[in-house]
């Protein structure tokens, strides 16, 4: 059970060290006061945020405890018992020779036990053992699936972005054309055609950016809910 709690924990760490770490990237243009914000803050949020997961965390923090509680009926028991007493005496003769007489004592025990095999202590613990691990083992496969839609939702939201602005380039270079061709067609250089092509064209990339734009505003949505970040 330990093997698998090291293993879990070290493909948690080179999932945020290797893959997020190296890629954490500022967002723009969409995320408001989040705009600075990489992939590691996000997936830091997203736990921090996640009621469900902490809930989880906490859980397995109470069975690790209830684990080493019943462990405990397993020790060796030590008892240190001491004691002390105080007695005067007084004797008293015929002659002027009386005589008196403090007595005090102490008394110190040591005792300690250690059973040979306690069955009920020894399956009470094991029981806890194992439901420790197994609580602990679905925290790190529910932690591991959050940072892992964060992430996909991060970079859906890179790929929205990346894919506006490229569209945003080649309006540009359509706008320009579009000058261009309406000059040349005042000037009889060419034909009505070429110009109406040249504005449909143009019509159909504004229409690919606004379906753009509502992929990038999905995206962006979804990458705040899974942060539970303040986009306002």
Avoid: H
């Avoid at 405990?72 to 001491?82: E, F, I, Y």
């Avoid at 250690?114 to 420790?132: D, E, G, H």
């Amino acid at each position: 059970m330990l093997k698998i709690r090291r293993i879990n924990n070290v493909i948690s760490i080179n999932y945020l060290s290797v893959i997020i770490g190296a890629l954490i990237l500022p967002l723009s243009n969409g995320l408001a006061n989040q705009r600075q914000a990489g992939l590691l803050a996000f997936v830091e949020a997203g736990i921090a945020n996640n009621i469900a997961l902490q809930s989880s965390r906490q859980s397995v923090i109470s069975q690790a405890l209830a684990s080493k509680i019943s462990r405990a009926g397993l020790l060796p028991s030590l008892t240190l018992n001491a004691s002390a007493g105080f007695s005067d005496s007084t004797s008293f003769a015929r002659s002027d020779n009386n005589s008196s007489d403090d007595f005090k004592t102490y008394d110190y025990s040591l005792n300690f036990q250690q059973a040979l095999f306690n069955a009920p202590s020894y399956l009470r613990y094991k029981a806890a053992k194992i439901t420790y691990s197994s609580q602990e083992l679905q925290y790190q496969r529910d932690r591991l699936d959050t940072i892992n839609d964060i992430v996909n939702a991060y970079f859906s939201y890179l790929q929205a972005l990346a894919q506006i602005r490229a569209t945003k380039l080649e309006k540009a270079s359509a706008d320009e054309r579009v000058r261009q061709l309406r000059r040349s067609f005042e000037l009889g250089n060419v034909a009505k055609t070429d110009v109406l092509e040249a504005e449909a064209s143009l019509s159909g990339i504004l229409v690919r950016i606004e379906s753009q734009q509502q992929n990038l505003r999905t995206a962006n949505r979804q990458l705040l809910e899974l942060s539970l970040l303040n986009a306002t």
